[in-house]
């Protein structure tokens, strides 16, 4: 599973990808598991502009090593947890987003 995050102040990120070992999205299509990380300096997001910029992304983790529970009315949420075979939280104003939520 392909998790990328944009959210580049999270206590969570490694170069755009989600490091915590559970993520929780709520109602509301928010991830819950982002903690903004004080001192962390904000690395630029080029994932933007991936077909101009190469950015520089940690090692994609096994699906397996991840729980991610989904409480959105989404087609991707199976019984409480996304069966999606990857999701993009983005950084859209403060609020981490899942970009991948696809409405029922």
């Known amino acids: 599973m392909d998790i990328r995050c944009r959210k ?17 999205v709520d109602s509301k299509v928010v991830c819950s598991t982002f903690i903004k990380e004080s001192g962390k300096q ?13 950015p520089s992304f940690a090692p994609q983790r096994d699906c397996k090593a991840l729980d991610i529970q989904c409480k959105a009315d989404c087609q991707f949420n199976h019984n409480g947890r996304c069966v999606s075979n990857g999701i ?9 987003y899942c970009i991948s939520f696809l409405r029922k």
């Open 8 to 24: 580049g102040l999270c206590k969570y990120n490694d170069r755009f990808v989600c490091k915590a070992k559970e993520i929780l």
């Open 42 to 54: 904000n690395v630029q997001d080029i994932t933007k502009r991936l077909f101009e910029i190469q």
């Open 88 to 96: 993009t939280i983005n950084s859209i104003k403060e609020n981490p």
